[in-house]
């Protein structure tokens, strides 16, 4: 049974960093991919960013490209993703997602819809 457990929310103040951490177990397949969504108050879900396990690749949001990093460590299963630069229209709930795909990409164009979520972690930016 795949988990995903989030954690690392917060408040932070506009142009700060906050690292969210996404912890996976149960996956029984070498190909997976891992990755974030968000979703703020009254907005649609948006897609963040995702991480392919098998090779390392990674996709990113044109709303966060430049700012926010998405990387694993393997010895613990987890991946992160490092926020840097927020600002308040990054204040959201971020919800890390998986599924047995070689390919991530879809997921956060809003193509394909993930097998697996994690309960989110709240992201509030403000001064």
């Known amino acids: 049974q795949v988990q995903l457990v989030e954690s690392g929310g917060g408040l932070v103040q506009p142009g700060g960093s906050l690292r969210l951490s996404c912890a996976a177990s149960?996956?029984?397949?070498?190909?997976?991919?891992i990755g974030w969504f968000r979703q703020a108050p009254g907005k649609e879900r948006e897609g963040v960013s995702c991480?392919?396990?098998?090779?390392?690749?990674?996709y990113y949001a044109d709303s966060v490209k430049g700012r926010f990093t998405i990387s694993r460590d393997n010895s613990k299963n987890t991946v992160y993703l490092q926020m840097n630069s927020l600002s308040v229209d990054d204040t959201a709930v971020y919800y890390c997602f998986g599924d047995d795909f070689e390919y991530c990409s879809g997921y956060v164009e809003g193509d394909s819809q993930p097998d697996y979520w994690g309960n989110g972690t709240q992201v509030i930016v403000s001064s």
């Open positions: 991480f392919t396990i098998s090779d390392g690749s990674t």
């Open positions: 149960g996956f029984t397949v070498d190909y997976y991919i």
